[in-house]
């Protein structure tokens, strides 16, 4: 299965940190991460109001998962509709279940960020979006 996303270049710092999830719980390499009711660590969902970045993921049987809190990590992901230059740096959304993309036409939890430059993606394009964590799980 291809993640949902991918990292195309992290900050000098690349803050990370070790999260404790339910043994049951599956989260993929390329998942964004948020935690649950009970302070465990999921896979990131629609409503998700901080999130982190999983290069790695974790299996069925482990409890923990390491994560990528960094801000400055740019990632590539894919939307929900056709990019347009007017989206240069504009805070968006998650939308998805199983595999997440980012939402054009939802601004509520802000939680990624599209870049601001030229590079951000390709006009009339729906894959390689480049976003930044706007709200980190931290």
Known sequence: MAADFKIISTGVNNRTMQLEKASATVIEAGDLVTLDANG???KAVAASTQVAFTEAGAWDGETTID?????NLVLSGTWDAVYAEAQRGTEVDLVGT???LIDV???TTDVLKILPSTDAGTVGATTDIRVTINKPLI
């Open 40 to 42: 465990l660590a999921i």
């Open 67 to 71: 994560i990528i809190v960094d801000d």
């Open 98 to 100: 199983t595999t997440l």
């Open 105 to 107: 036409l939802t601004s």
